[in-house]
């Protein structure tokens, strides 16, 4: 009998923790999955001057890129792989940044027909201490998408 008992108890407990699954399920399938962006590379040269942001969809694309930032560096940063059937690439240049100011990009939205993306400030050094004057990227992968992906700049809603 007490066996009955603490099986149907377990049952109960077991119903209790299910239930709520499909409620929260259900919630966020109104708004669309934000992909994932994986940070693959961060260098300090071989950025452009100003703010950009440029997708890649190819592997030709992805060496033009690495031909024009191994231009000056002996040996070059070698190409990441990347499986282009399965992933877009994400090359964002802050433009020309001091005192060890350093950005990423972070998914802010995702529209029927685009995903904006949108700069985030990850390390601020003193701006006491002298440092140099830089041009660096960040090259970041995604699930494939043949969606328009936009850069928003920082402080625009």
């Known amino acids: 009998m007490k066996a009955m008992q603490w099986n149907f108890c377990l049952f109960l407990l077991f119903i209790a923790c299910k239930c709520p699954a499909p409620a929260a399920a259900s919630k966020n399938s109104q708004e669309p999955a934000r992909p994932p ?12 001057e100003e703010e950009s942001l440029q997708i890649i969809r190819s592997q030709a694309g992805l060496k ?3 031909a024009k930032v191994n231009q000056t560096r002996k040996p070059g940063i070698p190409l990441p ?21 350093s950005s990423g990009l972070e998914v802010t939205q995702m ?8 700069p985030v400030l990850k390390n601020r050094q003193d701006k006491s201490t002298a440092t140099a004057v830089t041009l660096p990227f960040e090259l970041y ?17």
Not at 38 to 48: D, I, Q
Not at 81 to 101: A, D, I, S
Not at 111 to 118: A, G, N, S, T
């Open 64 to 66: 033009k890129f690495f």
């Open 141 to 157: 992968t995604m699930p494939r998408t043949d969606m328009e992906i936009e850069l928003q700049k920082r402080g625009t809603p």
């Open 81 to 101: 792989k990347v499986n282009f059937e399965e992933q877009t690439v994400l090359v964002y240049c802050p433009g020309r940044t001091q005192n060890g100011e």
């Open 111 to 118: 529209r029927e027909d685009k995903i904006l993306v949108q």
């Open 37 to 48: 962006l994986t940070h693959v590379l961060s260098e300090n040269y071989g950025g452009s």
